[in-house]
């Protein structure tokens, strides 16, 4: 460090974005970035602390968000988040699909009825656009797949060590989200003509019994020039 003046020579990396991170089709770019853990190679007979998982929950990911949302993971009474103990000290493994649930917003859209039991879950794997709720529940190995151009809902029940294929499972139908491209007016904000689309998001819960489906609206446009309250009930 001293030879450079202070400077810790770290290595560059090349991560490859898009312009707009929601859209694969955006503007492709290189994201220069640095690792300060890799700071450890310019300093002599340098050591590394193991810290266990119980003391260590990243999230990088939805995978790792839905993960910590669920009740695989508590708050004690030191307010601290911790592994729920019936868990026996190892974190199930969540794998969603990065293409499916690259934001957050994806995953908020996804859980709006709530997160799924994890609890006794070693490993759960989603391809696809798939919506879960609080009254999915998890055990040992489970994959669910939902290979359909829309989002399809995964009904109440307990799923345990086994796959699930939503592809021809009925979806929503003439309440498919849609996105419509628009054209601002004169005066709109300039956020918002930027070129934003506007669409819709939608909720299917199904009741207690299968006697009817409920349909709702829930979602706001991406306009900035309004938006529908998430209350709001059609």
């Known amino acids: 460090m001293d030879s450079r003046g202070g400077f810790v020579p770290l290595p560059t990396i090349l991560n490859s974005k898009t312009v707009d991170p929601q859209l694969d089709t955006s503007t492709p770019v290189f994201q220069l970035e640095t690792a300060m853990g890799a700071a450890i190679e310019c300093f002599q007979a340098a050591g590394a602390v193991c810290v266990p998982r119980s003391r260590f929950a990243p999230v990088k990911k939805c995978s790792d968000l839905l993960l910590l949302r669920s009740d695989a993971y508590l708050v004690d009474e030191s307010s601290v988040l911790v592994l729920n103990p019936k868990c026996n000290g190892v974190a199930p493994i969540v794998a969603l699909d990065d293409k499916k649930f690259k934001m957050v917003q994806h995953l908020e859209a996804a859980t709006l009825n709530g997160y799924p039991s994890l609890v006794r879950c070693r490993k759960l794997t989603v391809s696809g656009e798939v919506w879960l709720s609080q009254r999915n529940v998890f055990v040992g190995d489970v994959t669910v797949l939902n290979s359909s151009s829309e989002p399809k809902l995964l009904p109440p029940g307990v799923y345990e060590n086994t796959t699930v294929d939503l ?15 628009t054209t601002p007016y004169n005066d709109q904000k300039p956020a918002a003509a930027m070129g934003y689309d506007l669409s819709f998001s939608f909720t299917v819960e199904q009741p207690a019994s ?22 709001q009930h059609r």
């Open 167 to 181: 592809s021809e499972a009925p979806g929503l139908g003439p309440l498919r989200p849609s996105t419509l491209p």
């Open 210 to 231: 299968n006697s009817d489906w409920s349909r709702y609206f829930t979602g706001a446009w991406d306009n900035t020039s309004g938006a529908i309250p998430t209350d």
